[in-house]
């Protein structure tokens, strides 16, 4: 008997071992980057990497957008309208460029693009493999040197449409001020709009003395009402590469007549220690004249 | 201590496979003006009289989860003037209704954040929804 349950514990045990490895991989494979999980497509072609395509000057434009698409591709059929609106919306601007490439075994790219009302400013025919594109439709941005700069694979949903179009509005960079710029406003007294658009916690944690917390996604409602039209805005978050600081300003600027008083402050909250700036109110006030 | 160490690796595993399957419903996240656009049904929340006493104005914010068929079923207080301020905004928001939210044929959770000002004026209180871009003058 004694036997017999040694042998059930032993069974179950062994069960559950696997069990948690099997989780372990699912788990594995989800998160750490390289797994496996989502749109497989676009796992050797990132941001950062540069596009190959042969007969593409990338000089010619501030910003080419590279759409891939496939006839017969339910996705690129069910995303046709927004891509119908990034062509007419690419067609307005000079700066921009629109290429749309389809895999090199497609019959007639022109038609199928025509049919789903698509209008690109060029049309190639390239192989998908080659370029590290492995699914339809993936839109990238590409840099004037070819570096691709962002990239969306599959249908886009509400968020990844609106990134596309702040790359419309975006062409040109977006001004970036210097903790010595920002200090030197401070100092003559001119009066800044200082906003940490990050969250509440980080926010709670450190912050420049005087700033506003207004997470990012939460500029779009609350600008209007919380910050001032007259006055510059300073954007700054405590992230890597003043990521959410250019996302914030970008929904900034598309929300304001005054679209050149939105700066990111260059190196953010870390920029700010590194240059021994005030920690506190009372010490910034001693800036101001 | 033979017994403890499966019972503790079973439990990990049941807690792994629990993370996997609410895992795999996802969710869509959505900007307040699109959010807003969805609703059905909307209740401004009131504006408590004890609060509206104690002069607690400011800006609230909540973030809610929405479920397939379109009904709020969580909220969370992220900001708010005071507490009483709070318990008015999970009453009114708790009755939001919402569109189902499509993509991929098929209806999605949906998260976002609601914005609301609490604002005393000559004496007045009211509460005020945010001026979105195209409505700010």
């Known amino acids: 008997m004694k036997n017999l349950r040694d042998r059930v514990e032993l069974a179950a045990n062994i069960i559950i071992i696997v069990t948690v490895l099997v989780c372990g991989g699912i788990l594995i494979s989800r998160y750490v980057p390289g797994g496996k999980r989502g749109n497989d497509a676009g796992r050797s072609l990132r941001a950062g990497a540069n596009i190959e395509m042969q007969g593409v000057d990338w000089g ?94 599959g249908k886009l949903n509400e968020v990844q449409e609106a990134e596309v179009l702040s790359e419309l509005r975006d062409y040109e960079p977006l001004v970036r001020m210097t903790v010595g710029d920002l200090r030197r406003a401070i100092e003559s007294g001119r009066k800044v709009q200082i906003v940490d658009v990050g969250g509440r916690e980080t926010y709670a944690e450190g912050h420049i003395p005087g700033a506003k917390n207004i997470p990012a996604d939460e500029l779009e409602a609350r600008a209007p009402q919380e910050l001032s039209a007259e006055y510059p805005v300073v954007l700054y978050c405590g992230c890597r590469n003043d990521d959410l600081s250019e996302i914030g300003a970008r929904i900034l600027k598309s929300g304001r007549s005054d679209a050149g008083n939105v700066f990111v402050l260059a190196g953010g909250l870390e920029a700010w220690k590194a240059a021994g700036m005030p920690k506190t109110s009372k010490e910034l006030s001693k800036y101001v004249q | 201590m033979k017994r403890s160490v499966p019972m503790f690796v079973g439990s990990l595993s049941w807690v792994l496979l629990c993370s996997l399957a609410s895992d795999g419903q996802g969710y869509l996240t959505r900007t307040e003006s699109n959010l807003r656009r969805l609703a059905t049904k909307t209740v401004m929340p009131d504006y408590p009289p004890r609060s509206a006493k104690n002069r607690a104005t400011g800006v609230s914010v909540t973030e809610l989860e929405i479920n397939e068929a379109g009904n709020v079923e969580r909220v969370d207080v992220l900001q708010a003037p005071d507490e009483y301020i709070e318990a008015a905004l999970i009453n009114a928001i708790s009755r939001w209704k919402f569109e189902p939210s499509m993509h991929k044929g098929r209806a999605w959770r949906v998260k976002g954040k609601l914005t609301f ?5 000559r004496g007045k209180a009211r509460v005020m929804n945010p001026k979105f871009p195209a409505q700010a003058r």
């Open chain 1, 60 to 153: 010619s434009s501030h910003k080419t957008f590279v759409l891939a698409v496939a006839p017969g591709c339910d996705f690129c059929a069910e995303s046709a309208p927004f891509y119908r609106f990034l062509s007419s919306a690419v067609e307005k601007n000079e700066h921009l460029r629109l290429i749309a490439i389809s895999p090199d075994s497609s019959n007639d790219p022109e038609d199928y693009l025509r049919q789903i009302g698509v209008k690109p400013n060029e049309v190639k025919k390239v192989s998908f493999k080659a370029i590290g594109i492995r699914g339809t439709p993936t839109l990238l941005v590409a840099d004037p040197k070819g570096a691709i700069s962002k990239m969306w694979v």
């Open chain 2, 117 to 121: 000002y609490f604002v005393v004026e």
